[in-house]
């Protein structure tokens, strides 16, 4: 005898659905943002061409591609939530860890905490939308989610630009004297900590 399940309200599905395509979305922005601060990053930091492919290339894929199975196992195992937050943590310390890097090997193992935190994202929020949607009804709220990467990459993008200019001398802060490059990366870390109290709030607490 099929067991019945009782589905969310549809309205409730996709608010939720809609917060995770966010988060998706906020992680794709701070994935992408290097690419347009390649020649500030290279010049302050004195990397060679090599070095800077490597954090770009290597640095995150990885981490991503080591944590992507045991992350994947611990939201089957365990509660799924947390999983998400701590890879939404862990990505964003990563970010703002980034405008922190005084050489080649800081940022390096800065990139691969990003990689290794947004590992967590995808495994966590389908077996969300799963619990979320009835079967016939989950291929539409999945690609919807999957619009993230194209929406975070266009916005970095669109205000990457923009956020560049706005930053031109060095700043002080926190008693750190940081180049533009560093402040963009500490100032895109600040979406990825408001997502986790949006999550925390509001996300269903399911295991």
């Given at each position: 005898m099929?067991e019945?399940i009782?589905?969310?309200?549809?309205k409730?599905?996709?608010?939720?659905t809609?917060?995770?395509?966010i988060?998706?979305?906020?992680?794709f922005?701070?994935?992408?943002m290097?690419?347009?601060?390649?020649?500030?990053?290279?010049?302050?930091?004195?990397?060679?061409?090599?070095?800077m492919?490597q954090?770009?290339?290597p640095?995150?894929?990885?981490?991503?591609i080591?944590?992507?199975?045991?992350?994947?196992?611990m939201?089957?195992?365990?509660?799924?939530?947390?999983?998400l937050?701590?890879?939404?943590?862990?990505?964003?310390i990563?970010?703002?860890a980034?405008?922190f890097?005084?050489?080649?090997?800081?940022l390096f193992?800065s990139?691969?905490?990003?990689?290794?935190?947004?590992a967590?994202?995808t495994?966590?929020?389908w077996s969300?939308i799963?619990?979320?949607?009835?079967p016939?009804?989950r291929?539409?709220?999945?690609s919807?989610?999957?619009m993230?990467p194209?929406i975070?990459?266009?916005?970095?993008l669109l205000?990457?630009?923009?956020?560049?200019?706005?930053?031109?001398?060095?700043?002080?802060?926190l008693?750190?004297?940081?180049?533009?490059w560093?402040?963009?990366?500490?100032?895109?870390?600040?979406?990825?900590f408001?997502?986790?109290?949006?999550?925390h709030?509001?996300?269903?607490?399911?295991?």
């Amino acid at each position: 005898m099929n067991e019945k399940i009782d589905w969310p309200s549809k309205k409730y599905a996709w608010f939720f659905t809609t917060l995770l395509l966010i988060t998706y979305t906020v992680s794709f922005i701070d994935r992408a943002m290097i690419n347009l601060l390649i020649d500030p990053i290279r010049s302050d930091l004195k990397l060679s061409d090599i070095q800077m492919g490597q954090i770009l290339g290597p640095g995150f894929m990885i981490s991503y591609i080591l944590f992507s199975l045991p992350v994947g196992r611990m939201v089957d195992k365990f509660n799924r939530i947390a999983v998400l937050i701590g890879g939404i943590i862990l990505w964003s310390i990563a970010t703002a860890a980034h405008g922190f890097s005084s050489d080649y090997y800081s940022l390096f193992v800065s990139r691969a905490g990003v990689g290794a935190g947004e590992a967590a994202v995808t495994p966590a929020s389908w077996s969300i939308i799963a619990d979320l949607f009835r079967p016939e009804d989950r291929a539409f709220p999945m690609s919807f989610y999957l619009m993230g990467p194209y929406i975070g990459q266009g916005l970095a993008l669109l205000f990457g630009g923009l956020v560049i200019q706005l930053y031109t001398d060095p700043i002080v802060f926190l008693g750190f004297t940081l180049q533009p490059w560093q402040m963009i990366f500490i100032l895109i870390a600040i979406p990825g900590f408001i997502s986790v109290s949006y999550t925390h709030l509001t996300l269903p607490t399911k295991a």
